[in-house]
């Protein structure tokens, strides 16, 4: 099994109204696998950490009026998506921006087959439910970052399960 490492730039992105822009998302291969995901993606050779996530955020979502802030969490992370296998450093940064309205006109064409839905979700929202959320513990980060703003330092976020138990498991 080839896998793929790289390094990627995520975005808890914060309406007016302090709620968090998540994707719904699912493997081509394997449709009744679904979770929902931060915008972010992997980052080009030569680019800064802050500028994959800006480009991230509007090739998947279109808003492009967003004010970058601080580094909250990392987390590495291994998973299959798409036939390929991924060993993966991620980076949170929290962002915000004035307007609600979404385009997914700009998203790649792998994207476009594995994305469905743009939700803006509460707290309250994301601590209550049952469906599948990467990374985990997000819905209680973000309770204490709006509670006591963002950490010193950033935070590390847990790894999900080892290779052995990750094969054909999957999330973006």
Do not use: K
Not at 88 to 114: I, M, N
């Amino acid at each position: 099994m080839t896998v793929r490492r790289r390094r990627a730039a995520r975005v808890l992105l914060l309406d007016p109204a302090d709620r968090i822009l998540l994707l719904h998302g699912f493997d081509p291969q394997e449709p009744g696998r679904q979770w929902w995901f931060t915008p972010g993606g992997g980052v080009e050779e030569g680019e800064e950490l802050q500028d994959a996530a800006l480009r991230e955020i509007a090739e998947e979502t279109g808003i492009r009026e967003v004010r970058i802030g601080p580094l909250v969490a990392r987390r590495s992370s291994a998973f299959s998506f798409d036939g390929r296998h991924y060993d993966q450093d991620e980076w949170f940064f929290l962002a915000w921006t004035p307007t609600t309205e979404t385009d997914a006109s700009g998203q790649t064409e792998l994207e476009l087959r594995s994305t469905d839905e743009l939700r803006w979700w509460t707290v309250r929202d994301l601590l209550a439910t049952e469906e599948t959320v990467y990374p985990g513990g997000l819905g209680a980060l973000l309770d204490q970052v709006l509670r006591h703003g963002p950490p010193t330092r950033p935070v590390r976020l847990s790894r999900p399960r080892p290779w052995a138990t990750m094969v054909g498991r999957t999330h973006s």
